[in-house]
């Protein structure tokens, strides 16, 4: 989810699920979670967050974490990319600058994931958690 929350384009294949299961840890997802409200919105992501349950692509789409489904996102990849070549890179480079100065993300914000992190990590019982699934392949709940 990290990773589609903070791309300029997401395809997805009928076949693709996101979720965020980072509580079952006793986590929260700090540092993905500016990018994944910037894209979906703030219930959504909230949604996605409280719940841990997995969205299929199709609903991925409807709150635009994805940008389109198809059985062959490759074929919308090349179109993509062949578009991209008609740009300026002197273009994109002041799009993405503009963007990002029109957006709310500050460094305070990013501090302030990184520091909820950094909380969350140091607490024994999370690295119980965390270390328990690593060796034991046992999730939380097993216990």
Known sequence: VG???????????????????????GLLPCC????LIRRTGFQKAY????????????????????????????AL?????YRLTKLDRS??????RYFRELWILSEETEQVAVKEFGRL????????????????KRFPWER
């Open 121 to 136: 990590m140091s607490s024994p019982e999370v690295r119980r958690r965390l270390v328990d699934y690593a060796t034991e």
């Open 32 to 35: 993905v979670l500016p990018f």
């Open 47 to 74: 949604a996605m967050t409280l719940s841990t349950q997995p969205v299929s692509a199709a609903e991925a789409a409807a709150f635009h974490l994805v940008d389109e489904v198809s059985d062959d996102p490759e």
């Open 77 to 81: 990849v090349r179109r993509l990319a």
């Open 3 to 25: 990773l589609a929350a903070a791309s300029d384009f997401v395809f997805a294949s009928e076949r693709s699920t996101f979720s965020l299961p980072e509580a079952l840890w």
């Open 91 to 96: 273009i994109v480079t002041d799009m993405k």
